[in-house]
Every structure is written in C-alpha cells, then in structure tokens.
C-alpha cells in the first residue's frame, strides 16, 4: 500500500520557522517530481512548490519565493519543506504529492498529481 504521510506541523509565531517532512512508503518515488500544496478554510487548494527526481529543477509559488525551500532525499524516500520568515497568511493544512509520471519539469496543478498525503495542519499567529 502506498503512503505518503506528512509531519512536522504546528503552531508557530510570525517570523518563525518549521520544517515539514513527508515521509514515503509502499513505492520508491525516486523517479518522480514531488510537490508541496496547501488549502486554507474556505479557499481551494494552491501550489507551494514542487521539485523534479532529482532536485535539478525547483518552483515556488511567488507568495513563498525566498521564505521557503523543498528539497527530497531518494535514500530516504522523504520530501520536505523548509519554511522560514512564516506569515499568518502562510496558515493551512500541507499535503505532499507525488506525481507517477516521468516528467522532467515539475508540474504545478493539483490535477498532475497522483498520491496524496493526509495532510498537516500549520497555524501562525500574529
């Protein structure tokens, strides 16, 4: 069974930092763009960022370009999501993504993606 499982969430004042992890199981998904998305209540879920196989390609959405950065590890089959200078309007449930087909470029559509995490919760207060 494939699973991606997403952690590291929580509670964190504005200008604070937290890392998120999403640790894969069930699959190797060292061949595979991965990505980052959040969803705020009431709002639609947006992309993040997202990284190709191997880390040679990177894009971010313009609201996190130079606060956050998304890196992988294929050893540990594990993404993750570096977030740094963290803004109240940064505040939603993080979910990964794992794209199976073999794109070189990273897609940004939720639609392109195949696995989903559970999701993690990451609230800043102001």
């Known amino acids: 069974q494939v699973q991606l499982v997403e952690s590291g969430g929580g509670l964190v004042q504005a200008g604070g930092s937290l890392r998120l992890s999403c640790a894969a199981s069930?699959?190797?998904?060292?061949?595979?763009?991965m990505g980052w998305f959040r969803q705020a209540p009431g709002k639609e879920r947006e992309f993040v960022a997202a990284?190709?196989?191997?880390?040679?390609?990177?894009y971010y959405t313009d609201s996190v370009k130079g606060r956050f950065t998304i890196s992988r590890d294929n050893a540990k089959n594990t993404l993750y999501l570096q977030m740094n200078s963290l803004k109240p309007e940064d505040t939603a449930v993080y979910y990964c993504?794992?794209?199976?087909?073999?794109?070189?470029?990273?897609?940004?559509?939720?639609?392109?993606?195949?696995?989903w995490g559970q999701g993690t919760q990451v609230t800043v207060s102001s």
């Open positions: 993504a794992a794209d199976l087909r073999h794109r070189v470029v990273p897609a940004r559509s939720a639609g392109e993606y195949d696995y």
């Open positions: 069930g699959r190797s998904f060292r061949d595979n763009a």
């Open positions: 990284i190709s196989w191997n880390s040679g390609l990177t």
